[in-house]
Structure formats: structure tokens, C-alpha cells
């Protein structure tokens, strides 16, 4: 054999040999049937199908939200007779309710408008003080989503805006609204709920003041608007789940102040979570209209 004609036998097997030492099999396709069971079983854990009890007292706020026109009942009822949980709402509208009030996966837009409601009309130093009304954004609370959003009041949401006293909170209970407030974002936008500008952070801003009211600790309220919040985005907790899940860290153990702050729950927090991990879908919540 010719000197080059060896050199070319011996080079060619070695490479073989090379490549069979270093050739790994190719990773077998993903079992979706257990992408599903897991997606399931993530969806179950964060959004339960029977729902979570939130620990306020309703009573006949949803009759007076009515009564003063913050709410506009009929166009307000013809919504859900199309959409379907009219019994839902004329339960929550009519009178006094005072049962335990559950949200769900049906109900949670529901719950979401009549929250927005309430935080846009009840009166609070957060709307007459807060970044909302600040000349650092213009002075005009009109101008954001939550509030010229609001298309179903009677005549202009402003003749509403912070300007029915629904309930009262002492200095203490304020305290409280005010902190909790600061630390729960949305992953709708870049503020926090004290800063109330879309649909989302007005209901709740409601629902904080509601929980206050019943004498919860900080740290009940971050639980309970986790738990909420997560109804009303429910894609973005099933995700935020599946990231802590993936690192060994189950939902339970999870500490709501934390997922709810801007690391996590912003848009920017959000964005950052999907560069490490594919969304989870599935979930129904409410939008950022009426």
C-alpha cells in the first residue's frame, strides 16, 4: 500500500473510532401523556376546580354598588346572560350575601368586575393620595384603563371614582392596605397595586381593603391574593408553578409575598421566567376589559 493511501485508511479509522466513542444517543421524544398529566396536576394544585373561599364579608356591597350606580345593572347583567353565571351575579347583586364567597375558574370574572368596582368607588387614600392621582404621572386618574375602562357605570366612572364610603378603614387597617399594596404586581404591566392603573390592581386594591376589614395579617392577605390572583391569570401561575416545580420547590412551599412581588409577578419579572421555561396553558381568568 502506497505511503498517502495508508495515511488515509489509518486517519479514516480512527475517526470512527472517535466517533463511536463519543457518539451518544439522541434523547428519546417527550412523553407528552406525562406533559399533560403534569400540566394537570399543576393546574388543579394553583387553580383547584373547587375553587378557593376568600374570607371577606360581602353582605350588600354588590346591591349598593348597584344602587349608586357604579355598577349600570342592566348592560352590567346582559354581559353574563351572554356569557353565561347571570345566577352568580344577581346572587351577589341583589342583597345582602352573606355565605362564603368562592372564587373559581367560572366565576373569577365576575368576581373581577365586581372588585374592580368596588376598589374604583370605595374611598381610599390610595386614590386621592396615591401614584394614580401624583402629578409625576399627570395628575389625571381618568386617563388609565382601570378608570375610563370602566364602562359600566352610570354616565362617567369618574362621577364614582373614590367617592362612596362602602366601608371605612381604621389607620391600622390602612397601614395594612397601604404596605400589601406596594408588594403584589400584575404581569399585565409594571406596577404595583398601589399604583392601580388597569383593571386588574382596582379590583385588588378592593379586594385588599375587603380583607383588611376583616382583620387579616399582612401575611394572610399576600396568601390570600396569591390564591386569587391566580385565578385571574392563570396561565402565568400555572408557568410561575411549573418554574419553582422544576426547581424542587413545591407550589405549597412557595412564599406568596415573594411570587407576588416584581421579580416574579410583573411583566418584566413574567418575561424573565419564560426565557427559562415553556407556558403553561389552560387556564380561563378574566381580561383587561369588562
Known amino acids: 500500500m502506497r505511503p498517502i493511501a495508508l495515511l488515509i485508511a489509518v486517519t479514516l479509522v480512527t475517526s470512527a473510532i472517535i466517533y463511536k466513542k463519543n457518539y451518544k444517543k439522541p434523547a428519546p421524544p417527550p412523553d407528552t401523556n406525562a406533559l399533560a398529566a403534569n400540566s394537570v396536576s399543576i393546574k388543579n394544585t ?11 364579608t360581602w353582605g350588600d356591597i354588590g346591591k349598593r354598588l348597584i344602587d349608586t350606580g357604579t355598577i349600570d345593572q342592566i348592560p352590567f347583567e ?20 352573606d355565605t362564603a ?55 362617567n366612572p369618574m362621577n364614582h371614582y373614590n367617592k362612596h364610603e362602602f366601608i371605612r378603614l381604621t389607620n391600622d387597617e390602612q397601614n395594612k392596605v397601604e404596605n400589601v399594596s406596594k408588594g403584589i404586581y400584575r404581569p399585565c404591566c409594571a406596577n404595583s397595586t398601589h399604583f392601580p392603573d388597569c383593571n386588574h390592581g382596582m379590583a385588588m386594591l378592593g379586594l385588599l381593603q375587603l380583607l383588611a376589614k376583616e382583620g387579616m395579617s399582612e401575611n394572610e392577605m399576600y396568601d390570600i391574593a396569591l390564591k386569587v390572583n391566580s385565578y385571574w391569570f392563570p396561565d402565568t401561575y400555572m408557568t410561575i408553578g411549573e418554574y419553582f ?35 403553561v396553558e389552560g387556564g380561563a381568568g378574566g381580561g383587561c376589559s369588562a
Open 101 to 155: 364567597i368562592v372564587i373559581n375558574r367560572e366565576n373569577a370574572g365576575i368576581l373581577l368586575n365586581l372588585l374592580w368596582a368596588f376598589g374604583l368607588s370605595n374611598k381610599n387614600d390610595i386614590l386621592e393620595n396615591g401614584p394614580i392621582a401624583s402629578g409625576k404621572y399627570g395628575g389625571d386618574p381618568s386617563r388609565f384603563a382601570s378608570t375610563a375602562g370602566w364602562t359600566l357605570a352610570k354616565g
Open 245 to 279: 416545580e422544576k426547581r424542587h420547590i413545591a407550589w405549597a412551599d412557595v412564599d406568596p409575598k415573594t411570587v407576588l412581588g416584581a421579580e416574579y409577578s410583573s411583566a418584566v419579572g413574567y418575561r424573565r421566567v419564560l426565557e427559562e421555561i415553556n407556558p
Open 78 to 97: 346582559s354581559i353574563y346572560e351572554a356569557r353565561g353565571g347571570i345566577g352568580e351575579v344577581k346572587r351577589l347583586t341583589s342583597g345582602r350575601e
Open 46 to 56: 394553583i387553580i383547584p376546580q373547587e375553587g378557593v373561599e376568600i374570607p371577606i
